[in-house]
């Protein structure tokens, strides 16, 4: 097990990591999630032992990894540049901590095949760098890095580099390859579909601290803080007054602030005698998401914006009404 205990890393007066506790478990993958600047970079590089530590401990097995250098920690890094030597070929580029770890020439050349094998890539061996697509050029950088089989695999946002078709393509082979391989693995990334496909729990950081953490259903239905439902692309962030009062009327949901997911609306013929929280505003904008609709709904009264999904379509300018589902609405930490 990895355990991360007061992680504290400052540059100068700005603090990047802030008290980071953090475990993951044999075989477990945990994705840092968050957006640019809040630490998740960091995090890894101090846990690899690139980004000397100004307090806290990280340790493997109960093992202080303190002052024991990046190549004796037996953990695999990829990063999203995946830096492949240009002037070696794929298995030489594969073989690479291998050789660092003095494996003989038959053992490294079973083994680069195997790792070949894994991510897709058999009958590679003797293809050049330059010849490589994008995608291959990532699948042979993380096979370089599952080489040595590490006991820790840290992917430092693999596939931020591709286009969004190839890396919605290779974020499945990813998770379908982590689960067969068994390895233990810390995967930061700004995508929230990349993390929750991938892990089996999701740790969001804000300003260097870990704002949520837990299973993906579970950050998603349940955020906890207005930054991280926003971050996660929960726009509807509402204080709900005493006896519900909101901008619009009423909603069925304890006084606080409090997040409506977007698919908590369905249409309703008309407020008049429907039951539960009803919402009526213009709709002042549509955007085609292929399976539905997404609208932003200026209510009436209260002049509030929110996002709606719905399957049905609809025009800018109609007035819609919609009942609002209680058990998609989750109270925040104020």
């Known amino acids: 097990m990895l355990t991360v205990s007061g992680l504290t890393v400052a540059f100068g007066r700005v603090t990047a990591l802030d008290r980071i506790d953090l475990e993951v478990a044999t075989g477990e993958v945990v994705a840092i999630l968050g957006p640019s600047g809040c630490g998740k970079s ?117 596939l931020g ?24 693995v810390l995967h930061v990334t700004h995508d929230h579909d990349e993390a929750f496909a991938v892990a089996d729990r999701v740790a969001v950081m804000q300003s260097g601290r870990i704002a949520r953490i837990g299973a993906p259903a579970d950050i998603w239905h349940d955020p906890r803080h207005a930054g ?4 996660l692309g929960h726009p509807n962030v509402v204080t709900v007054g005493d006896d519900g009062a909101v901008p619009w009327g009423r909603l069925a949901a ?19 005698g429907e039951d539960g929280s009803v919402v009526t505003g213009v709709v002042a904008d549509v955007r085609f998401r292929g399976d539905r609709f997404e609208l932003t709904l200026r209510t009436d009264p ?21 009942i609002i589902d209680p058990t998609r609405i989750a109270s925040l930490d104020s």
């Open 42 to 158: 960091t995090l890894l590089r101090s846990v690899a032992g690139l980004q000397p530590l100004d307090a806290g401990e990280v340790r493997w097995d109960g093992e202080d990894l303190a002052g024991l250098p990046v190549h004796r920690r037996d953990f695999g890094l990829m990063f999203q540049e995946h830096a492949l030597f240009s002037h070696r070929d794929v298995a030489a580029n594969v073989a690479f901590g291998l050789r660092m770890q003095k494996m003989d020439a038959p053992g490294r050349r079973r083994r680069v095949r195997e790792v070949l094998g894994l991510v897709g890539l058999a009958g590679f061996e003797e293809r050049e760098i330059a010849t490589l697509s994008g995608g291959e050029a990532q699948r042979v950088a993380l096979a370089r890095s599952l080489a040595p089989e590490p006991r820790l695999l840290m992917l430092d946002e693999p």
């Open 302 to 322: 209260g002049d509030f914006e929110l996002l709606v999904r719905d399957p049905h379509p609809a025009a800018a300018a109609d007035r819609l009404s919609y």
């Open 228 to 231: 991280v439902a926003r971050f």
């Open 161 to 184: 580099s591709l286009d969004r078709p190839r890396r919605d393509e290779l974020t499945e082979e990813l998770r379908t390859l982590l689960r067969r391989v068994g390895v233990t």
């Open 254 to 272: 304890p006084a606080g602030p409090a997040v409506l997911r977007a698919d908590a609306f369905r249409r309703a013929g008309s407020p008049a």
